[in-house]
């Protein structure tokens, strides 16, 4: 990450201004404002008397457990391919630079807003980047960009390759996403003006994580796709009728797309499958998100609440693969424990991949 690629992403949250590199680790406007960039890569922009919290470190343990077992792969390998049919549309719009100053855009640019671990930006941007380069190579006749796209690419290297920014209103979170993608990171409430800059993201990740449609449609260029993630009300249902999460209620995917007035559905994939999980697994899973914050009170829930603008909210998480045509494809247990043992329990997971494009105004 260097100043200026960070800088490129945000306004000012005070004055709405571009930002701008001024001096080591400052970004500030022309109006004065100034704001410190955390040596690890971000910076803070949340407003004055922020009441929302983010999720705190246990949290994330928990998360990144579960998620890097693999359990949730299926998941992001559905947001990946839809990621790359985002950028591929034809009917997409040329990406156009931020000012005069800087060059057109090469290659898409990637906000994941409610990034938490990282896991699904990392999951899209290693797509993304061999997409681009089998472009670049298609496009020249060089077989060099090919190449690289099927090396080993470590975070760093994806972020060169597709300027990204994870944004979180959890300080940790945004400081792990850093660590497994190489993007940039931005602390920020989603619930209040975003300071990001207009049209500044080809794509916009919204995985299990609140939204806000007016920003969003400020945010991502025309031509730009959002990706979200919703839960079916069958999601994790074993665990809700325990009382272990909270509940989903119907069709929260026919929701998002009423609410996302400025976008217009291209896809929209059913991932189910089965996990049979352990007792150390479920409990990853129903650490992970926000009931997490209220132990004691009778529920939990996974990931981060799944909620709109209006107030709305669906939490849920899961994890499923299914192919473009929307069919349902399971995750093989084979490498996960066993059914019949008296500590384990299958688990059905079942989300929705929605892949919108932003209309021209």
């Known amino acids: 990450m260097t100043l200026s690629l960070l800088a490129e992403w945000l306004r000012c949250p005070t004055c709405f201004r571009d930002l701008r590199p001024f001096g080591d680790l400052i970004l500030g406007c022309d109006n004065g404002h100034r704001f410190d960039v955390n040596r690890r890569g971000y910076v803070s922009l949340l407003p004055p008397r922020s009441r929302h919290r983010g999720d705190n470190a246990d949290m994330l343990d ?202 217009r559905l291209l896809s929209r994939t059913l991932v189910e499958f089965d996990m049979t999980l352990e007792a150390s697994d479920v409990a990853a899973l129903t650490g992970m998100g926000p009931s997490a914050h209220h132990r004691g009170s009778g529920a939990t829930d996974l990931h981060a609440a799944d909620s709109d603008a209006s107030g709305q909210h669906a939490d849920g998480s899961a994890a499923s693969e299914s192919d473009a045509s929307g069919s349902t494809a399971s995750k093989s247990n084979a490498s996960g424990p066993g059914v019949g043992d008296h500590c384990r329990i299958v688990v059905t997971a079942s989300v929705e991949v929605l892949r919108l494009q932003r209309m021209s105004a």
């Open 62 to 263: 928990a998360r990144e457990r579960f998620l890097e077992a693999g359990w949730y792969a299926p998941i992001s390998d559905a947001l990946a391919e839809s990621g790359a049919e985002a950028v591929s549309d034809a009917e997409a719009a040329p990406r156009r630079p931020f000012s005069s100053c800087t060059p057109p855009q090469p290659v898409p640019r990637v906000l994941d807003m409610g990034c938490g671990t990282g896991y699904y930006l990392r999951a899209v941007l290693d797509r993304l980047r061999g997409v681009t380069a089998a472009h670049e190579s298609a496009s020249h006749g060089s077989a060099t960009h090919q190449t690289a796209a099927h090396e080993p690419a470590d975070g760093t290297a994806e972020a060169r390759a597709l300027p990204a920014l994870g944004c979180d209103l959890s300080p940790a979170a945004v400081s792990r996403t850093i660590r497994v993608t190489g993007a940039s990171g931005l602390v920020a409430d989603v619930w209040h003006p975003l300071p990001l800059r207009t049209g500044a993201a080809d794509v916009l990740l919204n995985v299990f994580a609140p939204r806000n449609a007016d920003e969003f449609a400020r945010v991502v260029r025309p031509g730009g796709a959002l990706l979200s993630v919703v839960p079916t009300s069958s999601h994790l249902l074993q665990l809700r009728a325990d009382g272990a999460m909270l509940d989903v209620p119907e069709g929260k995917a026919g929701q998002l797309e009423a609410h996302m007035k400025a976008f």
